[in-house]
């Protein structure tokens, strides 16, 4: 999938491994397995390659946040995302808009 990042700050923490501003720092642990968690994405070539890895849990979210799917990175925290199915046979992209990196329970 083509990743597609809606906020800086979750650029800046796949690319850099840390975000400017005190708002966005996370436990240790939580950004490396963060970017482990996006190169899975980036290497799947649809949702459906999602189903079978079951670490990542992979869902679509319900209530106020329907219209997004999540994948875990840990216990605690989760990538928030919209796809995004592009294009016709054989060339369809499918595109991984980032949208949040929550704490699962709160």
């Known amino acids: ?4 990042f809606e906020k800086d700050y979750l650029e800046q923490l796949y690319a850099e491994g ?3 501003g005190k708002k966005y720092r996370y436990p240790k642990g939580v950004i490396p397995k963060y970017k482990q968690t996006i190169d899975k994405l980036r290497v799947a070539k649809k949702v ?5 890895i079951r670490s990542l849990n992979y869902e679509k979210l319900i209530g106020t946040k329907k219209g997004l799917e999540s994948v875990r990175v840990n216990q605690q925290y989760r990538i928030e995302f919209k796809s995004i199915v ?6 369809i992209i499918t595109i991984c808009s980032i949208v949040e990196l929550s704490k699962h329970y709160k």
């Open 86 to 91: 592009e294009g016709e046979e054989p060339d």
């Open 1 to 4: 999938m083509r990743i597609v």
């Open 48 to 52: 459906e390659d999602l189903y079978p």
């Open 18 to 20: 840390k975000a400017k």
